[in-house]
């Protein structure tokens, strides 16, 4: 087996990687086991793929954990996934912050059980002055949520006098988004097979690079994921122009 880490080009790995994680219900059903069981591996993966992305320089590693859609999942489920997550940032935060990893959320985490909401805040103000990986967790998320968020708020500044609505530019419009700072990803990863974005970062993946695997999430560790950097790594990105302009 080739040593992907050793094919990783140090200086063209991705600033910022995003990862949709998927597949965790039916690695659980394949084994005969409760859906939960999945999420619970899952989260293993979580650590493994974090630890990777900062072995390799990766800035920014967002991971989709929960959706706006994802309420309306069986109530069993949300519960086990609630639980899992403050379990998780509880028992992680302390390696999160020896290992220098910055914790960061998007979505609505104040609409999440107060538990969960307060088990983020926590984290987030451990972590806040690390300076190396920024783990970005989009929780209660989509993007058009984020859209209209954004809408509403430069449509309020503009009713208000403060903003014209001719300045509304690119640059303006980002910095109504909940990512406002972070750089758009280079590379959105999709686990499971599915080839959906699933309101999943919408205005920020105008020009990312899509990585499609059929690994179910709780199977994807660091080998897998340097796999998907040398497979961006070999693409050519054009952004609208020709190979001779590159
Ligand atoms: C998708 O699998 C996974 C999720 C909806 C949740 C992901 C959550 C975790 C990995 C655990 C908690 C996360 C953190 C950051 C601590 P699925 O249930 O949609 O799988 P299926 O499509 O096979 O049913």
Redesign the pocket.
Known sequence: MPDLKSMIITDKVPRHIAI??????????QKGMP?VL???N??K??REVTEGAGEIGVEYLT?????TE?WN?PAM?IKA?MG??VD??KS?ISSLNKNNVRLMTIGDIQALPPDSYQALLDGIETTKNNTGLTLV?A?NYSAKWEILRAARALAEQSASGKLRPEDIDEKVFEGALSTNGIPDPELLIRT?G?TRISNFLLWQIAYTELYFTPV???DFDKKELFQAVVSYQRRERRFGMISEQI
């Open positions: 949709i994680m998927d597949g965790n219900g039916r690695w659980a059903k859906r999945g999420h619970r899952g989260v993966s979580v991971l989709y954990a929960f959706s994802n999942r489920e996934l899992l997550l998780t940032i992680e967790l929780l499971s599915e179910f999430w709780p």
